[in-house]
């Protein structure tokens, strides 16, 4: 079955502290992985997509990466604009021709100035 | 340009009615998908229309159901709600069936009370 983890669940980091966000999955025959930002109470705004391992797709201080099991998002000198949740999707293949994305359950992160 | 457009932003219904969400696509699109989403968990795949035709569907209860329109936008009709159905729901487009990103409406928020 496919599936998204992602950790850690709440990230509260001082303005300037650089991290990363992880994302593990499992899926059959990989389409793409998404990264998108939530703010409360809105739709999610879509960041980035990864295609095939060892990819990377950098914007502003976000920078994605992709592995075979994972994807991480390192969030390099944040601000406390960067505070939102993050989540991550996996589109599979196999025999479907589906559009579905699966979703991890969001990774928090609160930035303080 | 416009993006994906829902309509209404937030509902109040009572248990036992029926609801309709709305959903206008970014021009172009040909895909719409809808998704539920709980307070603190990621976005639940509901359905998928390419072309009108429906190219899949999540593990949600018949008293789901949706169309695709000629000009690509979308309802998602559920019958009979339910206290569990309050959520926020999401619309995304896409350009394609599958493998490219998808690109979501700020939600319809559903309160049952």
């Known amino acids: 079955e496919d599936q998204v983890t992602q950790s850690p669940e709440a990230l509260r980091l001082q303005e300037g502290e650089s991290s990363s966000l992880n994302c593990s999955y499992t899926?059959?025959?990989?389409?793409?992985l998404f990264w998108y930002r939530q703010d409360p109470g809105k739709g999610p705004e879509f960041l980035f997509t990864?295609?095939?391992a060892g990819e990377e797709k950098e914007k502003e201080r976000l920078k994605a990466t992709l592995t075979k099991k994972e994807s991480f998002l390192h969030i390099t000198a944040p601000k406390p604009e960067d505070s939102a949740t993050y989540l991550c999707?996996?589109?599979?293949?196999?025999?479907?021709?589906?559009?579905?994305?699966?979703f991890g359950q969001g990774t928090t992160l609160q930035v303080k100035p | 340009d416009a993006g994906v457009t829902q309509s209404p932003t937030h509902l109040i219904k009572t248990r036992g009615q029926h609801v309709t969400l709305r959903c206008s696509p970014i021009?172009?699109?040909?895909?719409v998908s809808w998704y539920q989403q709980v307070l603190g968990q990621g976005p639940q795949f509901i359905f998928q229309y390419y072309e009108k035709e429906e190219r899949g569907r999540g593990n949600f209860p018949d008293r789901f159901s949706a169309r695709q329109f000629p000009n690509y936008s979308s309802e998602l009709n559920v019958n009979a709600l339910l206290l569990g159905d309050s959520a926020l729901y999401l619309c995304?487009?896409?350009?394609?069936?599958?493998?490219?990103?998808?690109?979501f409406g700020q939600g319809t928020r559903l309160t049952v009370v």
């Open positions: 990864l295609y095939s």
């Open positions: 899926v059959s025959g990989l389409r793409g």
């Open positions: 999707a996996v589109q599979g293949g196999g025999s479907s021709n589906t559009g579905k994305l699966i």
């Open positions: 995304a487009s896409s350009p394609q069936g599958f493998g490219s990103e998808a690109f």
């Open positions: 021009s172009g699109h040909k895909s």
